[in-house]
């Protein structure tokens, strides 16, 4: 079991944007498509035919494949419902959380330039500031993940979620920080317009406009896993209350259980941050970074000096 637990980021990961689509429709007032929309949108996306520019290189058709398996690769590094991934899994050696930040990054540098082989400028811009957004959310979440490797002793995700919950000053400031990345990492509002193509607005869109079919379907995919991954990541390493610790089928079931409504407080806090916060002017999205930057730093300075 603790080899497969990426299977379910696999699985549920649409879902879990059915279920953020179908909580911001309800507070908005609207009645909104189903939970499994997104399942639908893969397997008609998967049906449709390909267009291709002629100006696209290998670079164009390689990337979906390469965001793809890579964000498989990052799900399988990371403890879903139990931590024996520490001792059991063949991916054991790589459960490190800077590896997994690297990972990210590898699907991102592909995608900007994927967008720029396309030669449009739509793609130009998309790639342009999704770079700039990474500079400012990449370190932001490395602090936060030392302020919680700092305290469990070891940069592995299993130990680190093997630590138990710990209500620290320390880690309620990386907690608002790394919710912040959470945010402009998975292109929501105030940083971005995941239900828009308005070209003054998107960003994440920005980047995947020349991609049609299947190529489309694999780079959606990706983003729901990535975003279920994300929030897997954060209450692995600030709520990791429930998660089992061996792989007995009792523990199992509690976990995911425990796992699951978690994941749902999660989905429902991406939703309400969405219906109650207006999008924010690129050039003003530094001011929103840089406090939550400083945030993580806090976190990371107060941990050293007082020790919690």
């Known amino acids: 079991m603790e080899n497969l637990q990426f299977i379910i980021i696999i699985i549920f990961s649409p879902l879990i944007q059915g279920i953020i689509r179908k909580f911001k429709a309800g507070l908005q007032g609207r009645v909104g498509a189903g939970i499994l929309q997104p399942y639908y949108d893969i397997i008609r996306l998967l049906k449709k035919e390909m267009v291709l520019s002629t100006v696209t290189s290998w670079i164009f058709k390689i990337t979906p ?6 964000t498989i690769v990052a799900a399988m590094m990371v403890p879903v419902i139990t931590t ?11 459960g490190d959380v800077i590896a997994l930040i690297y990972i990210f990054a590898l699907g991102k540098c592909f995608m900007a330039l994927a967008a720029l082989d396309a030669g449009t400028a739509f793609g130009g811009e998309g790639s342009s500031r999704e770079m700039i957004v990474s500079i400012l959310v990449e370190p932001m979440i490395m602090l936060c993940i030392f302020t919680t490797a700092i305290a469990a002793g070891s940069t592995n995700l299993a130990r680190i979620a ?9 880690h309620v400031l990386a907690l608002f920080a790394f919710m912040v990345a959470v945010v402009a990492d998975t292109g929501r509002i105030p940083v971005d317009n995941p239900d828009t193509h308005l070209e003054l607005t998107m960003i994440h869109e920005g ?3 020349e991609y049609s079919g299947k190529y489309l379907a694999l780079m959606e995919w990706s ?9 897997t990541l954060a209450v692995d390493m600030f709520f990791p209350v429930g ?7 009792s523990s199992l079931i509690v976990s995911s259980g425990v796992y699951s409504l978690k994941i749902l407080f999660m989905a429902g806090m991406m939703a309400i941050i969405e219906s ?7 050039f003003q999205l530094p001011s929103l970074l840089g406090g939550s930057f400083v945030l993580a730093v806090l976190s990371l300075l107060t941990f050293i000096m007082i020790g919690k």
């Open 65 to 70: 494949y390469i965001v793809f398996i890579s």
């Open 223 to 231: 983003h729901y896993m990535k975003q279920m991954l994300l929030f």
């Open 243 to 249: 998660i089992a610790h061996n792989i007995e089928p």
């Open 162 to 170: 093997e630590q138990g919950y710990i209500f620290t000053p320390s």
């Open 84 to 94: 024996k991934i520490t001792t059991k899994s063949s991916f054991s050696i790589m």
């Open 276 to 282: 109650t916060r207006a999008k924010m002017r690129f």
């Open 207 to 209: 980047m995947l406009l």
